[in-house]
């Protein structure tokens, strides 16, 4: 009976312990890796030392004329972050390369971005793909994880021309003078309207706002006329809203985003984003929301709930910024006519609004990244097919296949993409904006480490924003966190 | 009798073997190993670590996101628990009776059992969606917050529509296993407490409850360990938000989460995972002590 009370206070001290051991303490949990004070880590915000441009012949040869010597079929794997029709329009590529030829065998692994990204860097050497897509967030991870081949290393020796490329496209993937991955499927902002809309309050249906004062504007003639509720759906999505597209504001104005030119010259310390621009914008967009000419539709978990706000039949909006790799999707929802209030040919596109109306955009979407596996043969045949899905013909398909943007500009002028671009301007669009965007390092977007969680910590801080905190303490608190998070990343992979 | 038990020995091993087997492969090895990586940063593709200390799990327990998140698993439970205890008993108290057709009600009450909690969750996103949602257009006369913000969206209203779907999808489970229960409480016990002239609240209260109590209180801490591992329907309807109160980040997602800061700090997320674990034994000894004595294992 005794010990049976005894034990009963044990437990009972257990939980009270742990309800004071709640109250007490406290402190970021970003913090929490720091050692007990015995190591030193690098400050948030301390510049590192520079680092100089990577020695070339420190990185693994691309032997690409190796695949010559192979005997027999060589099987490979390659980890996309592709699902639905993303993955089906992927596929029926790999079918077409496969089927050209005899030499080479590609087998798909399909996954969500997050999916591939964390089975990439826990595999160990021997279980790892021979191809690999990353998400742009992911570019420095990739460096520090010294498993890839630089694809710029192949195009070295193969004398691969990328003339015909978007340089944007390019420069997004490479940092210190190496070019890193391939791109491959590119997508970026737009805005997305109702021509309906813009109609019927008097405004001109094809000419939606470029800068953001006319953003301001134009929703505030919608709004008077009261065609719609407002003008614009914001979100506050870390890969929208709240994060992704302040970087885009960032590159509009050109403007860096973190330190070291981006990550692109010396590995990034900090965050720059809590700088007059970033206050700027987040107040013009605070304001429009306070006065209710934009309304946020929050953290967007179904990654349409702003689009589908211009649909809304009690309090539409008007306008929103979206990802131009949904078009495709949202022009196959409205052409079945399940929206009266918006059918297929009421859904305009524009470029997505920027500070002064400057042009530009970044690279978002994903490139491809051959592995090191020290087989000379595997790696050729890795290029070979890497050349293949970034041929003109191939990007052509692709783009039409999926409303992605193709990472060449002479694709544009093959069939099929030609014909789905004369047919309807609105995929074009995306891809004039990335060509418009000005010859700088600031066009290349930030390189960090924890770039995935950064986006986290400001999209929280945007949220708050969103609903009335103070703007400049909000992108503080944000940037400090963020700081940590980077300072901890550079001291276990710098 | 010692002998004998002697000679039983290698048979028990023997046949304990493939369950000792898989749990140490896929529970005592992993726990091995987020306990070691507990007190350690590593860099991204886990080929160098570094010891940063014990301490670690202290810094990650105090912090405030751990905090929060542990408030937020603790507040799930007490939606979710006592509820999806009390619906499973009275949905199995519905069905334990011998008429005609009962077993077409009792596989409608079990049927959530083979509903996988991604399909349980969609099911609840697209009821909840505040401009298409079903519930969204029905409902947001007696409850507005359906429409703006909705449910999901809303800081006091985002845990609770959670709870409603997880309990949802649970109840399948608390139905089966309460029925079984039922199924085996002796029908002359029910008899003799009618003879003498015990009422049916009466029978419950002395007979019933009392019978299946053992399966109550193994259903208790089964429903609890369970509200602590919630992860998928957080995952799916919220993702740990509404953003600016992380209101439905409970530890799961503060671990694996994607809007999650740790989630790919191995150190950081070990730790946390460790002391998941540790609360989940505590809660656990503090319902076996609290509510053991009041169990009634037969004679």
């Not at chain 1, 978007?166 to 970026?188: H, K």
């Not at chain 1, 008097?202 to 006329?225: F, N, W, Y």
């Not at chain 1, 407002?230 to 929208?240: H, I, K, M, R, V």
């Not at chain 1, 994903?366 to 000379?376: I, K, N, Q, T």
Request: hydrophobic fraction near 45%; charged fraction near 15%.
């Amino acid at each position: 009976m005794r010990a049976r009370t005894t034990s009963r206070r044990v437990a009972a001290f257990a939980v009270v312990g742990l309800l004071v051991a709640a109250c007490s303490g406290g402190g970021d949990i970003t913090e929490s890796g720091d050692d007990d004070g015995t190591t030193t880590t690098t400050e948030p915000g301390q510049t590192l030392a520079p680092t100089t441009t990577v020695a070339p012949d420190l990185l693994p040869d691309c032997p690409t004329d190796a695949l010559e010597s192979a005997t027999g079929t060589v099987e490979l794997t390659f980890w996309t972050g592709m699902s639905g029709p993303l993955a089906e329009a992927l596929q029926a590529l790999t079918d077409e390369y496969n089927a050209s030829q005899a030499k080479v065998k590609v087998s798909l692994v399909n996954d969500t971005y997050e999916g591939t990204a964390n089975n990439y860097q826990r595999a160990s050497q021997d279980s790892r793909p021979d191809l690999v897509q990353m998400p742009e967030y992911m570019v420095q991870a990739m460096v520090d994880s010294e498993s890839t081949v630089p694809v710029g290393k192949c195009i070295d020796s193969s004398g691969f021309d990328t003339s015909a490329f978007l340089p944007t496209a390019l420069s997004a993937y490479s940092t210190q003078g190496v070019q890193w991955g391939m791109p491959f499927n590119i997508s970026n902002p737009v805005l997305y309207y109702s021509k309906k809309a813009f109609a019927a309050a008097g405004l001109d249906p094809d000419k939606p706002p470029v800068s953001l004062e006319e953003l301001r504007e134009m929703s505030q003639t919608l709004v008077d006329s009261g065609v719609v509720k407002y003008g614009l759906a914001l979100d506050s999505n870390f890969d929208g809203g709240g994060g992704w597209y302040i970087e885009q504001w960032f590159a509009k104005a050109q403007e860096y985003y973190v330190d070291g030119d981006n990550g692109r010259t010396n590995r990034a310390s900090k965050v720059l984003y809590n700088n007059d621009l970033g206050v700027e914008l987040l107040t013009f967009l605070q304001d429009m929301i306070n006065d209710n000419l934009a309304v946020s539709v929050g953290s967007n978990e179904s990654g349409q709930d702003d689009l589908l706000k211009l649909a809304d039949a009690e309090a539409p909006a008007a306008m929103t910024i979206h990802t131009s790799a949904a078009l495709r999707g949202a022009l196959d929802v409205l052409a079945t006519g399940i929206f009266p209030q918006l059918t297929d040919p009421d859904l305009g596109i524009g470029v997505m609004p920027g500070p002064d109306g400057a042009p530009g955009a970044l690279i978002g979407g994903a490139s491809l990244w051959p592995v090191d596996s020290g087989d000379p043969v595997r790696i050729a045949a890795t290029w070979d097919f890497l050349t293949f899905l970034v041929s003109a013909e191939t990007q052509s398909q692709w783009a039409t296949d999926t409303g992605y943007v193709p990472v060449r500009t002479d694709a544009v002028d093959v069939e099929p993409h030609k014909t789905t671009l004369a047919t309807d301007p609105r995929f074009r669009v995306a891809f004039d904006q990335l060509e418009a965007s000005p010859d700088a390092l600031t066009s290349a977007g930030p390189v960090v480490g924890p770039l995935s969680e950064m986006r986290v910590v400001l999209a929280d801080a945007i949220a708050r924003i969103f609903e009335g905190a103070d703007v400049k303490q909000s992108l503080d608190e944000a940037a400090e966190q963020a700081n940590n998070l980077i300072s901890s990343y550079n001291t276990s992979n710098g | 009798m010692n002998r004998r038990r002697l000679r039983d020995i290698p048979w028990a091993v023997l046949m304990l073997v493939p369950s000792a087997g898989l749990l140490a492969v896929w529970t005592i090895y992993p726990l091995v190993r987020a306990v070691d990586y507990g007190h350690k940063q590593c860099n991204r593709t886990l080929t160098e670590c570094r010891d940063v200390g014990w301490g670690q799990f202290s810094r990650v327990f105090q912090s405030d996101q751990f905090q929060d998140a542990l408030l937020v698993s603790v507040k799930f439970a007490v939606f979710t628990v006592p509820t999806g205890l009390v619906l499973g008993l009275a949905l199995a108290m519905l069905a334990d009776k011998h008429i005609r057709g009962i077993g077409v009600f009792r596989v409608i009450f079990s049927s959530t059992v083979a509903t996988s909690v991604a399909v349980a969750s969609l099911v609840w996103f697209v009821l909840l969606q505040p401009q298409i949602g079903v519930l969204a257009d029905q409902l947001s006369g007696v409850f507005p917050s359906l429409k703006e913000p909705g449910w999901l969206n809303g800081n006091d209203t985002a845990l609770p529509a959670v709870a409603i779907s997880s309990v949802w999808a649970g109840l399948g489970f608390s139905f089966i296993v309460v029925t079984a229960a039922l199924q085996s409480v002796p029908r002359e016990l029910h008899e003799s407490a009618l003879v003498d002239g015990a009422g049916s609240f009466r029978r419950f209260w002395h007979v019933t409850l009392p019978m299946i109590s053992p399966t109550l209180l193994f259903l208790m801490v089964v429903l609890t360990t369970r509200a602590l591992q919630t992860y998928g329907e957080i995952a799916l309807l919220t993702g740990g938000g509404p953003q600016t109160t992380k209101a439905t980040t409970n530890i799961p997602y503060l671990i694996y989460g994607e809007n999650s800061l740790i989630r790919n700090d191995i150190g950081l997320k070990s730790a946390a995972a460790t002391l998941l674990f540790l609360l989940s034994g505590v809660f656990a000894a503090v319902q076996f002590r609290g509510f053991g004595k009041r169990v009634h294992y037969g004679s």
